[in-house]
């Protein structure tokens, strides 16, 4: 059990479009999901924190009109990057949570966007 | 400040023993949690101390000592496979994880 899947598993866009990538959890109700960004050879780097029906929280330093965070459910969460460009280019993972526990963290396999 | 500090590379050989150290200073403390992520790849879970003490799972225990702001990661019986980048990460007093750096470990046949 635990399952989170994201998609796509990688994206390839143009300088100025938008990119959605959705992160579900799949056999558990996810009461908190999270959105991180890698850039190569570095540690996870926390975006924002979402709770379901409620606006995300912003880490110091995301541009929240940026990277806009749905989280429409208690199953799905998703991160849109808008008008990227080739700086926005990383591995986006994401993370749920269910109540109770150690509240451990269950990662999506991630999301790897490249703007050209 | 928060600061998770582990070693940035270690290197080891197949079949031996490795021990990868994290320690911590943080706002409260809800938990400790280590991660393997291997290139590429998003994190996986791999233990959760909350207690002080040893806590083993297979060839794998992670330690807590939490007067000493201190952890570590045990890993018996090294396979070419456990070559990866573990993450130490810590749960503060609003229980937001504060993330390490993480440690390359390098296994040699």
């Known amino acids: 059990g635990a399952v989170v899947s994201q998609h796509p598993s990688w994206v390839i866009c143009k300088s100025g479009t938008s990119v959605k990538i959705e992160c579900r959890s799949l056999?558990?109700?996810?009461?908190?999901m999270f959105w991180y960004r890698q850039f190569p050879k570095q540690s996870l780097m926390l975006m924002a924190t979402s709770n379901e029906g409620s606006k995300a929280t912003y880490e110091q330093g995301v541009e929240k009109d940026k990277f806009l965070i749905n989280h429409a459910s208690l199953t799905l969460s998703t991160l849109t990057v808008t008008s990227a460009h080739p700086e926005d280019s990383s591995f986006y993972i994401c993370s749920a949570s269910r109540a109770g526990g150690s509240n451990e963290q269950f990662f999506g396999p991630g999301t790897r966007l490249t703007v050209l | 400040g928060q600061n998770i500090d582990q070693p940035t590379e270690m290197t080891a050989t197949e079949g031996a023993i490795v021990q990868i150290n994290c320690t911590y200073q943080?706002?409260?403390?809800?938990?400790l949690f280590w991660y393997q992520q291997h290139a590429g790849e998003a994190p996986t879970f791999l233990s959760y101390?909350?207690l002080d003490g040893l806590e083993e799972k297979g060839r794998f225990s992670s330690f807590l000592s939490r007067s000493k702001g201190y952890s570590y990661l045990l890993l018996k019986e090294l396979q070419m496979k456990d070559s990866a980048s573990y993450l130490c990460?810590?749960?503060?007093?609003?229980?937001?994880?504060?993330w390490g750096a993480g440690t390359k470990l390098i296994i040699k046949p």
């Open positions: 056999d558990f109700q996810a009461t908190t």
């Open positions: 990460a810590v749960k503060d007093s609003n229980y937001q994880l504060i």
């Open positions: 943080t706002s409260g403390f809800n938990g």
């Open positions: 101390n909350v």
